[in-house]
């Protein structure tokens, strides 16, 4: 697995081709996903190591991904600490109980990774024993997993959260520390389970001024990648163009960007380090040729040294399997 292209790119090394893999690879585009996914709610898919090796297994049939990501979501965490949870068709994930006031967090518990969370970790020992390609492990960064317990769903102006920023903040600050802490041993279990790398979701980043994210951002993301040791972390930021100087502040072995950023200007900013990145989950609904324009357009922006070919965000659940294909077979195929 250290030879493997996915590894060699994150230690920055120059290749013939990316690696690719792509954010949300399981999922509901796939029409066998479905099959499982009748069977089951999404959390008890998330919960049934079996079902969710399963769903985790099902791109790679098909497609030949170099890398494979556990099959779980970002808000199990949370739940875990006793907020309660659902994902709703049609609406997505709903907190019932948010939190709207510092006393609220009272009702949290700390939970311990092994024994309140053990369904995800036996699904990495169960998916590394029949992997071929390395398996990434993840969680929610703390900004984004605060935005959902605080917002109850996701949001459009984040007044909620935004309204701690501006009353609450010790409030939120310690919310925010705890969430890394447990983020940061979430990760190191999951590493010491068999996966390969790590990657800290951090989707609600952009949506804070840059005072803001320097406070509430930054520091929690570092904290949590500072608690995971022996893997490569990956720290992927949404919509965080205008702070990408302010990127590094958060010491992650390589940085995930969307589609908004040029990867090539990306590089003058962030410096010698691997990045991923980032062909809008969009444009897999073009044509072929438009494809593959777009495909070699991220990979020479990127260079061939320490990149990871990907989505700059999760694939759409409407997505043509075509496009998915078209898109892996053209960076399969590139040659620098
Ligand atoms: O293949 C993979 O990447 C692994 C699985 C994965 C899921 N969620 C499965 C999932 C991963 C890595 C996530 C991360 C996640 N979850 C993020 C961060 C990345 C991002 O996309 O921004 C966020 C914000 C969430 C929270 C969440 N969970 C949302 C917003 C939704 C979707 C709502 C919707 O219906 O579109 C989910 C549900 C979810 N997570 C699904 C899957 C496959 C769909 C659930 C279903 O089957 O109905």
């Known amino acids: 697995m250290t030879d493997s292209l996915l590894l060699r790119a994150l230690r920055g090394e120059a290749l013939e081709r990316p690696p ?11 029409p066998e996903y479905h099959d ?5 709610d999404f959390l008890t898919l998330c919960r049934r190591p079996d079902l969710a090796a399963e769903v985790t297994l099902q791109p790679l049939r098909r497609f030949g991904f170099d890398a494979s990501i556990v099959f779980n979501d970002i808000l199990v965490p949370p739940a875990a600490m006793g907020m309660d949870l659902e994902f709703i068709k049609g609406r997505g994930p709903v907190f019932h109980d948010p939190l ?5 967090l009272d009702r949290l518990q700390v939970p311990d990774v ?3 969370m053990p369904e995800v970790l036996e699904t990495i020992r169960r998916l590394v024993a029949q992997l071929e390609v390395p398996l990434f492990g993840f969680a929610g960064a703390p900004f984004t997993l605060a935005a959902y317990m605080i917002e109850g769903s996701g949001s459009k102006n984040f007044l909620h959260i ?24 979430y990760l190191q279990a999951q590493a010491d389970a068999g996966a390969a790398a790590v990657q800290l979701f951090d989707t609600w980043a952009g949506v804070l001024g840059r005072d803001d994210f320097d406070r509430f951002v930054v520091p929690y993301a570092q904290r949590a990648l500072a608690g995971v040791s022996g893997v490569p972390r990956l720290y992927f930021t949404r919509d965080c163009g205008a702070v990408l100087d302010r990127l590094r502040a958060v010491d ?6 969307d589609w908004r950023v040029d990867l090539a200007q990306a590089r003058q900013v962030l410096g010698e380090v691997p990045i991923m990145g980032n062909l809008d989950p969009v444009a897999l609904y073009g044509p072929p040729d438009e494809i593959r324009r777009r495909v070699a357009a991220v990979i020479q922006s ?3 040294k320490g990149h990871v070919f990907n989505l700059g965000h999760g694939i759409l659940p409407t997505t043509p399997i075509e496009g998915v294909r078209c898109a892996v077979d053209a960076v399969r195929a590139w040659r620098w």
């Open 20 to 30: 690719v893999w792509f954010m949300r690879q399981a999922g509901r585009y796939l």
């Open 36 to 40: 499982v996914r009748n069977q089951v």
């Open 100 to 104: 709207r006031a510092p006393a609220d």
């Open 114 to 116: 092994q024994t309140e």
């Open 162 to 185: 935004k309204n701690w920023v501006l009353h609450h903040p010790d409030a939120l600050h310690e919310l925010l520390g705890n969430l890394a802490d447990l983020c940061g041993a």
């Open 252 to 257: 992650a072995d390589a940085y995930a960007l």
């Open 302 to 304: 990127a260079g061939p």
